[in-house]
């Protein structure tokens, strides 16, 4: 089921052998996507309804959810699952308000310099549908702006053909302090969001996962300067590093909850092992046969699942590197130090006991991950996504006076004088110029 990749005793880079996304899909979602954002660019919220109606089969005009609708889908969850959400709430919560960046100020030669934090004003998030539901997006995206600052959160979702939005998710929206729930969705959704219309605000960034259009969509209106994104979270992938102590089972029943999100999801086994590989070749099998979505997984299974097989660990480090995984779970002997010869990576889940399910839903850092070999210059959402760093530089009458020099060598050497011109004209001012 998993393609086999002999790599020992290659040396080489070897991204380029790896499963990923094929070229033309993402070329294909690229000229469709910019043609959906030059429809609702043009015509705004006529564009979006006709979109909305071809592709999710609703054909209603008004894309907002009463608030109180929400309320009432929070109220009217079984207490269970109600549990469920706050305490992933809360774990959420308190991993973002520790990661928080912290404003600082200090003096330096009769200067004051530091940095500011000022939270965005209104942020759009991107909760995705259609297979799933998916309230623990939305904790994941509407909790850290919350715990941020933002003032303005605005959700959109794809609806069913009746309009409706999963009740679920409408409770997560309630529970985290969602300001507007829209019913729009995929790539039409991230261009209101990003430009604005009738009916949908325009947002300062859009964030949140997607599949391939939603994610060409963020990087197509980030290009064009719209609005800020967090990364380009599309289609799904999870990495394992596991060695002859892992159990191919664990393994197996990991690599099968990740291929079930989408039939496009990328699932790579790496390890020095070819008896590991095999007996999760067994498990798989077995686990695949039982799964309910069975038919999705084995499409993701087949067409972009690998095993890669190394010389040894330290070769896993380098190809795990080189892939640059959404998600890395590292099952071996001494998990932790493997993880951290690991320098790419959009998070990494370190030993038996720590499944990619367990991010994806309430160990606290955030699920909204970069995808497609981005976790290489990218990582996942953070508060700091909804915070913009501002520079503050403070100089009195000493403090000018000692650096113009500076300011007069360089601006001679960049042939611009008013530089050094604003410079000077203080310090006469001053009555201090020499």
Request: charged letters at 25%.
């Amino acid at each position: 089921m998993l393609t086999p990749i002999d790599l020992r005793g290659d040396p080489r880079d070897p991204g380029g052998r790896l499963p990923r996304a094929s070229p033309e899909t993402i070329a294909s979602a690229r000229e469709t996507v910019l043609a959906i954002l030059r429809a609702v660019r043009r015509d705004g919220d006529e564009a979006v309804r006709r979109l909305t109606r071809e592709l999710d089969g609703w054909e209603g005009r008004d894309p907002a959810v009463d608030p109180a609708q929400a309320t009432r889908a929070l109220a009217g969850l079984d207490p269970p699952l109600r549990e469920a959400l706050e305490r992933a709430a809360g774990q959420v919560r308190w991993f973002h308000e520790r990661a928080q960046p912290k404003d600082w100020m200090s003096e330096r030669d009769g200067a004051v310099l530091g940095v500011r934090h000022h939270p965005l004003r209104r942020v759009g998030v991107y909760v995705p549908g259609g297979r799933a539901a998916y309230p623990s997006t939305l904790l994941m995206t509407v909790v850290p702006a919350r715990v941020a600052g933002v003032d303005e959160v605005v959700v959109c979702t794809p609806p069913d053909p009746e309009g409706r939005v999963d009740a679920t998710v409408l409770a997560a929206a309630a529970l985290a302090g969602a300001d507007r729930v829209l019913r729009v969705g995929g790539a039409q959704a991230v261009a209101a969001m990003a430009y604005g219309t009738e009916s949908v605000p325009g947002c300062d960034k859009v964030v949140g996962p997607g599949n391939v259009y939603v994610a060409e969509a963020k990087r197509q209106v980030a290009a064009e300067g719209a609005c800020g994104i967090d990364a380009p979270a599309g289609v799904t992938e999870v990495a394992v590093i596991a060695d002859d102590t892992a159990d191919p089972r664990l393994v197996a029943v990991d690599l099968v909850a990740q291929a079930e999100h989408d039939p496009l999801a990328t699932c790579l086994l790496i390890t020095p092992s070819p008896g590991l590989a095999a007996r999760v070749g067994d498990a798989l099998a077995e686990e695949v046969a039982a799964t309910r979505h069975a038919e999705r997984v084995r499409t993701a299974l087949t067409g972009q699942g690998a095993v890669a097989l190394v010389d040894d660990l330290d070769h896993a480090v380098t190809v795990a590197d080189a892939f640059a995984a959404e998600h890395l779970e590292v099952q071996t002997a001494d998990a932790a130090t493997v993880a951290g010869r690991v320098r790419t990576a959009g998070a990494i889940f370190v030993g038996r006991h720590t499944p990619v399910s367990l991010g994806d839903y309430c160990a606290g850092p955030n699920h909204t991950l970069p995808t497609g070999g981005t976790a290489r210059f990218a990582g996942g959402l953070r508060t700091d996504d909804f915070l913009v760093p501002v520079n503050w530089v403070q100089y009195g009458p000493a403090a000018l006076a000692d650096l113009a020099p500076v300011v007069r060598a360089l601006s001679d050497a960049e042939d611009l004088p008013a530089h050094a011109r604003a410079v000077q004209a203080r310090l006469e001012a001053d009555g201090s110029a020499s």
